[in-house]
């Protein structure tokens, strides 16, 4: 066999051994793989299990406080009773309010005319009733003087003197009925009047101005709202640490922003939890004073520390 030859075979051989080894390699890792699986786990030894971290503490969860929102106790649109333009409006937004205080009035031109017309007529109604009760004296009176001399008087003109008594009667009643009909209109119109001016139902202070002069302004189209100064602080604490409040208990206000702390008591726990939020909803006073009221205006939010 030439040289040619003999590296022919040299390289074929060399093949041949190569896949031998390769095939070999993967049976071993086979075996290995079925032997790993066939190893049952030993029960004996206990297992560790993934727990989940701890939880805080209701001491924790309540000594840091809870989110709170600052209300006023009063909270109104101020609208007119009737339907009209306004023709003044006396207070601008911060402005303080006494109750029963003007704070706006309607335009109330026409309504005066109206009045004055009523007033008018009321008066023609009472020359009618004062003219039909002295023509009723005055049949009454012919109707007495026949029935004396009855013996001089047939008895059709008796019969008409007492049919023209009964009509003057009935013209009397109607008389009446229309000036009392008249004088309610007047009442009604002076009402009207009265209710053209717009009066704060409580004290407070004025948190928004909806109109101005020359607005139309009815019970739907309010003028102003009206808030209280008196305020207290609500509150939402978890379900499960609604044993750690209860009524008359004190509680700190804190606005960590404006370093602001005010003092309270708490004086409604809602009777059920909110189940949106899983939350039991607590209201308390604030003990405020006059500087604390200036910087703590409703719709402030506050962290509440229960003592």
Do not use: C
């Amino acid at each position: 066999m030439d040289e040619f030859g003999r590296k022919r075979l040299l390289v074929f051989a060399a093949a041949g051994l190569g896949a031998i080894g390769l095939i070999g390699g993967l049976w071993v890792l086979k075996r290995a793989y079925d032997s790993k699986r066939s190893v049952k786990p030993d029960l004996s030894k206990p297992v560790l299990e993934a727990r989940p971290a701890p939880s805080r503490s209701a001491t924790d969860e309540v000594g840091g406080g809870f989110i709170g929102v600052v209300l006023s106790r009063q909270s109104v649109q101020v609208a007119p009773k009737l339907e009209g333009p306004l023709a003044s409006v006396k207070v601008r937004m911060g402005d303080s309010v006494r109750e029963g205080e003007v704070i706006a009035v309607l335009d109330t031109a026409i309504m005066k005319k109206e009045l004055a017309v009523a007033e008018a007529v009321v008066l023609a109604a009472q020359s009618d009733e004062r003219k039909a009760r002295a023509e009723l004296a005055a049949l009454r009176v012919k109707l007495d003087t026949a029935k004396r001399i009855e013996k001089y008087v047939s008895a059709a003109e008796i019969a008409g003197l007492e049919s023209d008594y009964n009509a003057g009667l009935a013209k009397l009643d109607s008389a009446e009925a229309t000036k009392l009909e008249k004088q309610a209109r007047v009442r009604q119109l002076q009402e009207t009047l009265s209710n053209a001016e717009i009066r704060a139902p409580f004290a407070g202070v004025v948190a928004v101005r909806y109109a101005d002069p020359g607005a139309i302004v009815s019970q739907t189209k309010p003028v102003i709202r009206l808030v209280s100064d008196d305020r207290f602080i609500r509150f939402a604490i978890p379900d499960e640490h609604k044993s750690a409040v209860h009524v008359g208990q004190e509680v700190i206000a804190v606005v960590d922003s404006q370093r602001l702390r005010g003092s309270g008591v708490v004086e409604k726990v809602a009777p059920e939890v909110d189940s949106a939020s899983g939350t039991l909803f607590v209201e308390a006073s604030l003990n405020e004073g006059a500087t604390l009221r200036e910087q703590l205006p409703s719709g402030s939010v506050a962290r509440v520390e229960l003592k």
